[in-house]
């Protein structure tokens, strides 16, 4: 196992620290959150955005998770897909479904029309930074509430920036949980890896 550069701060520190920043204790279990306590502002931050866009959403969970998903699997973040796969059950998602959500050209058949459109959000935020006025026009169109196509359109660049410190800062998976379900298939490394 690697050892992460930012020490894992103990429970009881973390619980600390997010108490002071108005986040929830239960955060303090999470590894993400003993990592990036270590600055505080930064654990704030972090937790501010779980906070909004997890814990009280507008959009609905299922279009989060998908977007969340899809994020952490083409950035390559275990930590994400991982912590997010048992989120998105929850919301209603099946291993199949959540299985799709992997593929370069999700299958129609097994993803809703909003599940599709949170993928192209996410390639499109990913691949040229900005959606083009078409995926925004069908966000716009079945989400219905621009503060939620809003929430979705700052998933993927939050999202990756949170990937990008989990996966340089070598944050490990919390204890006793397997890496990549429902399979343990995770994505093949690109030419160089």
Do not use: K
């Not at 955060?27 to 990036?36: E, G």
């Not at 503060?147 to 990937?163: D, F, M, N």
């Amino acid at each position: 196992m690697t050892v992460p550069f930012l020490p894992m701060l103990d429970v009881a520190s973390t619980r600390e620290a997010a108490a002071s920043a108005g986040l929830p204790e239960a955060l303090a279990d999470v590894h993400l959150f003993r990592a990036t306590f270590n600055h505080p502002p930064i654990g704030r931050i972090v937790g501010e955005v779980v906070q909004a866009l997890v814990l009280n959403s507008v959009l609905d969970a299922r279009t989060r998770e998908v977007a969340i998903l899809r994020v952490g699997w083409r950035i390559g973040s275990v930590y994400e897909w991982r912590n997010h796969v048992p989120i998105a059950r929850r919301a209603g998602m099946t291993d199949r479904e959540i299985a799709a959500v992997r593929e370069p050209e999700p299958p129609a058949e097994l993803l809703t029309e909003a599940d599709l459109c949170a993928i192209a959000v996410v390639d499109e935020v990913l691949d040229c930074v900005s959606v083009t006025p078409a995926t925004l026009a069908t966000t716009r169109r079945l989400l219905g509430d621009d503060r939620a196509v809003l929430e979705l359109l700052t998933i993927p660049g939050l999202y990756r920036t949170i990937g990008t410190v989990l996966l340089t800062a070598q944050i490990p998976l919390e204890a006793h949980v397997a890496p990549w379900p429902p399979d343990g298939l995770g994505p093949r490394p690109g030419p160089g890896a």
